[in-house]
């Protein structure tokens, strides 16, 4: 069986303000206490399009390698649902934003897109505040979206979820959107389809809604996946509808038949005027753009700069916290391949122990960079670095040096106090020594242990090593 996806996904764009209106956008809140008769839909109240949100929207369409389109007409998209204040979602039909464009997955394959439209967002139903009673709340009625359609390109949920996190790293690199899918800043629909063979027409189109994360995205593919192939084998037809996904099941329930496009009535929007994208505009966005980076030159970048392998180079540039923090560390070290390392092994393992983003912890660049030349003058261990001073730090944000001395973890580099640990340690493993003296290297690697425990993990490996080979030759 072969399955075609394709996504439809909504981005709220960074902008302080409404679409259509002057209406602060603001997480939270009142209900009900971010509105005016624009965003309520009331008689005589006009729309004027928010001219941050057509530019953002714009960058999108450029960074998504895609198409301006010459002419920009909104037009009303006609359905009744008691969050929608007017009767009709303001949006774009047969004149979107944008056309084409596509999205490149690691193995090299291009998601193609169909387009890219604006569009204004419903308000929030509230149903748990009450058995027999649903509340509206409208402060996120007329919040500027764009939805970015894909064509029927991918063909397995691992798919689906990598476009996911490449179209979120892109658009947050070029801050068109935060993608907060917890605030609603990016929100996913999904069609799904099976058919039997290449050859064969596209199957009965499932859409799936109430996708609250990549991993439901995934999940509930998957699911509809398995539920699509087994009722075709058995020979059950399988209708066009739209499902709801349940997280907390994992499983998709029949919502509604699936509406086609006629369904939505659409027409013109008369309360504002079809205008043209000129030369100079386009000129002007394609300018703006190219000040922005996106993650693959963010990636090519780091890689021949500093060094790094693709591998690592990728992990450090896919995030924009990440990425700024990796170069203003290295920036007060001088060391890439040392900041590269900390960052990946470390402060990545702390991130996803404790559930956090970089931002939220105490870790600044200048800590870092301290910490590992710390350790790289053979004044701690990258032991005790990693499990002492380093926790400290990213925690409470604490000076690595004070913690160091705080602890008593300052390596012991001086000579006399080396050779006399050194002293012991033969003297305590003869055994050890003569297996050194009848070729066997391996002995001396013990004995630097035992030296490191003898001093309680303060001597300085490094140099303890090198005083005792030199003692042991001169037996």
Not at 24 to 34: E, L, V
Not at 110 to 123: V, W, Y
Not at 170 to 177: E, R
Not at 295 to 320: H, I, M, N, T, V
Request: glycine share 6%.
């Amino acid at each position: 069986m072969l399955t075609t996806v394709g996504l439809e996904v909504h981005v709220q764009l960074d902008s302080k303000t409404k679409i259509f209106c002057g209406c602060r956008i603001q997480f939270g809140g009142a209900p009900n206490s971010r509105t005016c008769p624009v965003c309520l839909g009331l008689p005589g109240a006009l729309p004027v399009l928010n001219r941050r949100v057509f530019d953002l929207g714009l960058r999108a369409v450029l960074a998504l390698s895609g198409t301006i389109s010459k002419k920009i007409k909104f037009d009303r998209k006609n359905y009744y649902y008691p969050d929608l204040p007017k009767g009709y979602q303001i949006s774009q039909w047969d004149c979107p934003l944008g056309r084409g464009g596509f999205v490149e997955l690691d193995s090299g394959k291009k998601i193609r897109l169909n387009r890219a439209h604006l569009e204004e967002d419903a308000g929030k139903l509230i149903h748990d505040q009450s058995p027999d009673t649903s509340l509206v709340d409208l402060n996120r009625a007329g919040t500027p979206l764009l939805e970015i359609v894909t064509e029927p390109d991918l063909e397995n949920p691992a798919e689906a979820y990598e476009y996911l996190s490449h179209l979120k790293t892109i658009l947050k690199a070029v801050g068109v959107s935060e993608c907060d899918m917890e605030k609603g800043q990016l929100r996913c629909d999904a069609n799904v389809s099976v058919r039997n063979a290449a050859s064969d027409p596209l199957g009965k189109r499932v859409e799936i809604k109430n996708l609250n994360s990549f991993k439901a995205v995934k999940a509930a593919l998957e699911f509809e996946v398995t539920r699509q192939t087994e009722a075709f084998e058995k020979g059950v037809a399988l209708t066009q509808e739209t499902r709801l996904w349940d997280d907390k099941l994992q499983k998709t329930f029949s919502m509604r038949s699936k509406e086609e496009a006629n369904d939505y009535r659409y027409f013109p929007e008369p309360d504002l005027v079809p205008f043209t994208v000129s030369e100079e505009e386009i000129k002007t966005a394609r300018a703006e753009f190219s000040k922005w980076e996106l993650p693959r030159q963010k990636k090519e970048r780091f890689a021949k700069q500093y060094g790094l392998s693709d591998y690592d180079a990728c992990l450090l540039s896919g995030q924009d916290d990440v990425a700024l923090f990796f170069e203003e560390t290295v920036k007060l070290s001088k060391n890439a391949k040392a900041a590269a390392n900390w960052i990946i092994g470390p402060v990545f393992a702390y991130l996803g122990s404790k559930g956090v983003t970089l931002n939220q912890t105490k870790l600044t660049a200048n800590h870092l960079s301290k910490i590992y030349q710390l350790v790289e003058k053979g004044r701690m261990s990258f032991q005790a670095a990693k499990d002492n001073v380093f926790a400290e730090v990213i925690a409470n944000g604490l000076d690595p040096e004070t913690v160091m001395k705080e602890k008593h973890l300052e390596q012991v580099s001086e000579d006399g106090a080396l050779i006399e640990w050194i002293a012991e340690v033969m003297q305590a493993n003869p055994k050890v020594v003569d297996d050194f003296r009848s070729g066997k290297p391996s002995a001396a690697q013990f004995l630097v242990g035992q030296v490191m425990k003898k001093s309680k993990g303060k001597a300085n490996p490094g140099k303890a090593k090198d005083l005792l080979l030199i003692k042991l030759k001169e037996i």
